[in-house]
């Protein structure tokens, strides 16, 4: 009987509603490409020449990708609202969870941490609900201090302000192109990330990530 190839190491960590996007391409006559979207808690990475389109309020995206191997990716996270319990500690987890995950895709792909450059996008004062926690602005924080930590390079940003942002993203070309959008959009982001929050509120703790070297 044959013996089973090995597969990666798991190692236990915090788990949140973070997954891969299953999603369905359509074509966006605007731009003259497909598209992909990318909902709260989702992520999509990929090789093939597609544009992956986000609509962000607080939360926020990392568009990350490896110009030489041309892979990659795209993300949608919020940091869960620690004010009334948790710690500074278990909303690092959260976003951490996202970014983590994304990134060890793209290394399974075929890219090299050493070449990964990224575009950050969001982190909006919109939702009258977060203005006193600021969760718009701890998002944008936490993205930049990540990816300063990991020595991973921020070619672009658009954060904070107090605008709703549609993101277009073209993984293999680094393209992005981003529109503010007006406060008649909110109802829509207000209801999208509302459902969200409430998601990550409910998440059960654990899971596994596997890590790629």
Do not use: W
């Amino acid at each position: 009987m044959a013996t089973p190839a090995s597969s990666p190491t798991t190692v236990p960590r915090q788990r949140v509603a973070q997954r891969p996007a299953e999603p369905a391409a359509y074509f966006d006559p605007a731009f003259g490409a497909q598209a992909l979207k990318v909902l709260p808690g989702e992520y999509i990475v990929t090789d093939r020449d597609v544009m992956l389109v986000t609509v962000l309020g607080s939360c926020v995206s990392a568009c990350i990708r490896d110009p030489i191997a041309q892979v990659g990716g795209m993300n949608h996270f919020m940091l869960p609202d620690t004010s009334n319990q948790g710690t500074a500690s278990e909303s690092a987890r959260y976003g951490g969870y996202a970014m983590e995950t994304m990134i060890n895709e793209l290394l399974k792909r075929g890219a090299r941490r050493q070449n990964l450059e990224a575009k950050v996008f969001g982190g909006g004062a919109v939702l009258a609900g977060f203005s006193v926690n600021k969760i718009g602005e701890r998002n944008g924080q936490f993205v930049l201090e990540y990816l300063a930590a990991e020595h991973i390079a921020v070619a672009a940003q658009d954060l904070f302000d107090i605008y709703p942002r549609r993101v277009h993203y073209f993984p293999k070309s680094g393209k992005v192109m981003v529109r503010r959008l007006p406060s008649t959009n909110e109802p829509e982001v207000l209801a999208s990330e509302g459902l969200y929050r409430s998601r990550l509120r409910q998440a059960p703790i654990g899971g596994t990530v596997e890590l790629f070297e």
